[in-house]
């Protein structure tokens, strides 16, 4: 049995939160923002939709955090998004470095697809 992926924690005033993506939250974050998560997991992601990256965080700090009330989740990921926007992704790759690492590599040069001028 595979083990439990990591925790990101942080503090936020004076407190420590933990902040862990389960297969639950990406279920969830799927019915909120379609199968791709604007293009997380293909690669084509350009502008960060905000109120995905809010959410995820919002749900990592509920995973990651027991008894975490959901006012207090939020309030804790947008002050941390608010703080380093790179949260977001460091979550995420904590939780599923494989899923990290595909969609690092869909996104590298050389592996971006090309558009065909018709």
């Not at 989740?73 to 992704?89: T, Y």
């Amino acid at each position: 049995m595979a083990q439990i992926t990591g925790t990101v924690t942080v503090r936020h005033e004076g407190r420590a939160f933990g902040m862990r993506l389960t297969f639950l939250d990406l279920a969830t974050l799927q019915d909120e923002f379609g199968a791709e998560f604007d293009g997380i997991f293909s690669g084509t992601i350009k502008v960060p939709r905000l109120a995905l990256m809010l959410r995820a965080v919002q749900l990592a700090v509920v995973s990651g955090t027991a008894g975490i009330d959901e006012a207090t989740a939020q309030a804790v990921a947008n002050a941390q998004l608010s703080d380093d926007i790179e949260v977001f992704n460091t979550v995420f790759a904590t939780s599923f470095p494989k899923l990290a690492a595909k969609a690092e590599k869909a996104d590298a040069p050389g592996n971006r697809k090309r558009a065909v001028k018709g």
